[in-house]
């Protein structure tokens, strides 16, 4: 069965069995999954008198004539002549390994090389350095010549144990011989046929050991389809399971959330704004919970949308909770909530860790009676032992390094509540649909009008005296600004300014006003303070590495300054600059950028200067950076594809995406006879991760 054990195929035993296992692979089913990394083409078997110095590489196939060992001079090699099949001859010499290579091409034998032909004078006999070579008399298939060769990524647990690429070769053919007929075809056989794909078994055979590019091509696009096909599948499901969960059905827009929006709020909202609520209106009324995420740029007004969910919930006689990731955040939160609710006469209250046991309690005693209709805190709120009397609308803000089952673990204790996700952080279409995959997604595609966007410049060192002169200007107009630095200490190779030296740096030059410091390992207390002093404007300039990213409102604050912009991500940098801009100033985003930098990291500065649209930034880090890459990914739970690359396969992904969607809606149990195969397959591989989903919620 291709469930067995990996290390009963022939060639692997215990030691590799055990190697191959650091990789993932266990069983047969897994070998035949170990893709290669690359592959080298070696098909052309050449006739030498065809070939030419200044070609390609080429295999040529001959027998051995003769072989010396040259001892004269310097430096030993060893020579050895072959014939072709018309009698021309070509001489192999090497370096290295002479005895080894001495023994195992003994005159007689037929024997390829591959290897690019030197140049020589006019009369000389051909020749190759050091060509890769193929014993053709030796016992087994000749699996190195005359083929496009796969190329298996290494690992020094699989180079240790002799599992290198001509092994596994040899390994994987094998198991095609003894176990091949076992394969089938996973794919719904409908699925093939709408994208015109290549039978499974064919493929797999294919991706080992191709017969052209073409076919390896076809073989390759086959099999990403179904990698993501069934990767799509499981979230489908998962998707399929969080929309039949019950929810506590509103009743609809009420007199809170009517005069909120008419009435306090100074402005009208954003047709971005409009789509969100209208959204969430007909989530929370049609008793299924709902599973929200507003995706959108820092100043698009999230908080509002947020707010106007809490008083559907209250409309309807339930109580809200708003949480952020931080104390700080969740007291600012809070102070703008009680400002936007004074009038209307909400009761608010405010759950943090600092605050004293007698508060605590009391207000813990309120959460519980219903006196406290919005609840304001940090994760813990949900995730603690709090008591709602009848909690019904979760907003949770800034949930951008949460994955799939991080977030489902955070709605446990929701049961019935809905949840609004609200990330500041846009990706790309193809991340979203991984990552954010079980959710609904409302993006936010526009600020409110009148906001002026801020001017960022990219500026290189010889300009540093420009940038001083701009801070030196807007510090004296009484605002504030930021300096950033991407690390706190000096890194060993590099000549980093630091933090701490911008800092002592900046005190010389401005000596008259204050300035503090903030970094990474501050404690969160000690982190509060400064960012407390900063707000309240008792320092006006804050040096800081990147813990402000997430970060605390400073309307007055009009000056990012990014010391060494190349070594941040573009989304980084992006969040960055959302931190100013935030009042009704002209604001200003500076990236200083070193001398030495490559040309991708300058496109990618550029990127920034010449847009303000963070799906579009986020949609070109990705590309210039690749998936694999992509900031903050690994924490975002994106899984890792085998063969499937969601960058360069994002048509491949949304065709897949929706396929899984069709197939759950049609066949939700998967118990049609013509995905009896693909389901056996499905359960087989993606029980585990299903699993872990469906037991909560
Ligand atoms: P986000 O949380 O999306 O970063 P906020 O909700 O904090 O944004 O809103 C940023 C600022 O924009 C706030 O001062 C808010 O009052 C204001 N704002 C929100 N919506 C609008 C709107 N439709 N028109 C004008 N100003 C708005
Ligand atoms: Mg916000």
């Given at each position: 069965m291709l469930a067995d054990d990996v290390q009963y195929v022939k060639g692997v035993g215990p030691r590799r069995g055990e190697a191959l296992g650091t990789h993932g692979i266990r069983t047969c089913g897994d070998l035949l999954h170990f893709f290669p990394r690359r592959y080298v083409d070696k098909s052309t078997i050449a006739g030498l008198r065809d070939v030419v110095p200044g070609m390609d590489a080429v295999t040529i196939i001959g027998r051995v004539l003769k072989r010396n060992r040259i001892r004269r001079g310097r430096r030993p090699y060893l020579e050895i002549i072959i014939e072709d099949a018309r009698g021309d001859r070509l001489k192999g010499v090497w370096f290295n390994a002479i005895d080894w290579i001495f023994k195992r091409l003994p005159e007689g034998n037929r024997v390829a090389f591959y290897g690019k032909l030197q140049s020589a004078r006019h009369g000389q006999m051909k020749s190759m350095a050091h060509p890769d070579f193929d014993n053709l008399d030796e016992d087994g298939p000749s699996l190195d010549t005359g083929r496009i060769l796969p190329l298996y990524p290494g690992g020094m647990q699989l180079q240790r144990v002799g599992l290198k690429s001509r092994r596994l070769r040899r390994v994987i053919y094998g198991l095609f011989l003894s176990r091949g007929l076992e394969l089938w075809d996973n794919l719904p056989p409908w699925a093939r046929q709408r994208h015109n794909l290549i039978d499974g078994r064919v493929a797999l055979r294919a991706v080992h050991l191709p017969k052209s590019y073409e076919e390896l091509e076809k073989a390759r696009e086959r099999l990403k389809y179904e990698e993501l096909f069934f990767f799509q599948l499981a979230i489908a499901r998962y998707r399929q399971h969080l929309k039949k969960i019950a929810g506590t059905r509103f009743k609809g827009p009420g007199q809170l959330y009517e005069t909120f929006l008419n009435r306090v709020l100074p402005f009208t909202l954003t047709n971005g704004q409009k789509n969100a609520l209208k959204a969430i209106c007909t989530d929370t009324t049609g008793g299924y919970r709902m599973n929200r995420l507003i995706q959108g740029d820092?100043?698009?007004?999230k908080t509002v949308v947020g707010v106007a969910a809490l008083l559907l919930a209250l409309d309807s006689g339930y109580q809200g909770a708003f949480m952020a990731p931080t104390e700080i955040l969740a007291e600012q939160h809070y102070a703008n909530l009680r400002q936007y609710l004074e009038p209307l006469d909400v009761r608010v209250r405010l759950l943090i860790g600092k605050q004293r046991k007698t508060v605590r309690t009391r207000i813990l005693q309120e959460i519980a009676s219903g006196e406290a209709q919005i609840v304001v805190g940090t994760h813990a709120v949900i995730q603690q032992d709090v008591t709602f009397k009848n909690l019904a609308m979760a907003v949770v803000d800034?949930?951008?390094?949460?994955g799939v089952l991080q977030r489902a673990s955070l709605y446990e204790k929701g049961k019935s509540s809905h949840v609004l996700l609200m990330t500041a952080t846009p990706i790309p279409r193809s991340l979203a649909l991984t990552v954010y995959g079980d959710l609904d997604v409302t993006a936010i595609r526009e600020l409110p009008s009148g906001r002026r966007p801020i001017k960022t410049y990219l500026l290189k060192e010889n300009r540093r005296a420009s940038m001083m002169d701009l801070l030196r200007r807007e510090l004296a107009a009484g605002n504030q600004a930021y300096v950033v630095y991407p690390l706190v200490e000096k890194s060993e190779k590099v000549a980093l300014q630091d933090a701490e030296n911008g800092m002592k740096h900046l005190r010389n030059a401005l000596p008259e006003y204050s300035i503090d410091l903030i970094h990474g390992r501050m404690k969160q207390v000690e982190k509060d303070a400064v960012m407390e002093r900063f707000k309240n404007r008792e320092t006006v300039l804050l040096v800081a590495t990147?813990?402000?990213?997430v970060g605390v409102d400073?309307?007055?604050?009009?000056v990012m300054v990014i010391e060494h912009a190349e070594r941040f991500g573009l989304a980084q940098l992006h969040q960055l600059r959302g931190r100013v801009g935030r009042g009704s100033q002209q604001a200003y985003c500076i990236l200083m950028a070193s001398y030495q930098r490559s040309q991708v990291a300058d496109e990618r500065l550029k990127v920034l200067v010449n847009t303000a649209d963070g799906f579009k930034i986020s949609e070109a880090d990705m590309k210039l950076r690749g998936a694999g890459d992509f900031s903050g990914t690994r924490q975002s739970g994106l899984p890792e594809f085998k063969i499937a690359d969601i960058v360069e396969d994002q048509a491949l992904l949304i065709a897949a995406r929706k396929d899984a969607a069709d197939l759950v809606a049609r066949d939700p149990t998967l118990e049609a006879p013509e995905h009896a195969r693909m389901r056996e397959y499905y359960l087989e591989h993606y029980r585990r991760g299903e699993g872990a989903l469906f037991a909560v919620g």
């Open positions: 820092v100043g698009c007004g800034e949930q951008h390094r949460f990147t813990v402000i990213e400073a309307p007055h604050a009009t």
